[in-house]
């Protein structure tokens, strides 16, 4: 931290208070897999769940934040453990502010993923991986980036000279035959009761 003439102020309101006047719990759904894999789809339909059963909801994904908020990361390990760290920082201030954070993003690395454990808090930090292979993900490619990363016009592209590392225990796991967006989705909410986040 550069800052070092700061203090963080807590509120008057409590994570109580708002748990009573919302009906649910903040969490943070982070959902991670390859490009390709139905994360971002998987997270719109869980917001869309949410919020038609009264559930306040945000999904944070990934092309959107880089957009604004991290428009000056690019793509290398250290840019990309910047880009987690700042989701991750925003994810927690939401699910302080009691709303169910969906956060998509590839999150490639083990390590970036505890941070953001870490950040969030554990109690409230529901890693689920959307476990489809490389295979599928290429052929589903629905922006053309594994052919492009293919002939060499994208570099350090997960999946194909970047690393991803697969989570080892994920809270929530979507296999590809479960990966229509709407099981998918119908799971991550069987978790979310379970929990009594809602």
Known sequence: MKS??????????TAKDRAALL?????VVWLTGLSGSGKSTIARTLESQLVGRGHPAYVLDGDNVRH????????????????IRRISEL?????????????????????G??????????????????????????????K???KQARAGRIADFTGVDAPYEPPDDPEV?????QATPVEAAD??????IKREFI
């Not at 990361?73 to 250290?78: K, N």
């Not at 870490?118 to 629905?142: A, H, K, M, N, Q």
Request: glycine share 10%.
């Open 68 to 83: 604004a908020l991290n428009s000056d990361l690019g793509f290398s390990p250290a840019d990309r453990e910047e880009n």
């Open 144 to 146: 053309g980036l594994y």
């Open 187 to 192: 799971k991550i909410m069987e978790y979310l």
């Open 173 to 177: 796991r979507i296999t590809a035959a």
């Open 113 to 142: 993923r505890r941070n953001a454990r870490r950040i969030v808090g554990p109690e409230r930090f529901i890693e689920t991986y959307v476990d489809v292979s490389l295979d599928e993900c290429e052929r589903r490619d629905p």
């Open 23 to 27: 009906g649910q719990r903040g969490c």
């Open 91 to 111: 994810s927690a201030l939401f699910a302080d502010a009691g709303i169910i954070t969906i956060a998509a993003f590839i999150s490639p690395y083990r390590g």
């Open 4 to 13: 070092t003439n700061i203090t963080w102020h807590g509120g008057q309101v």
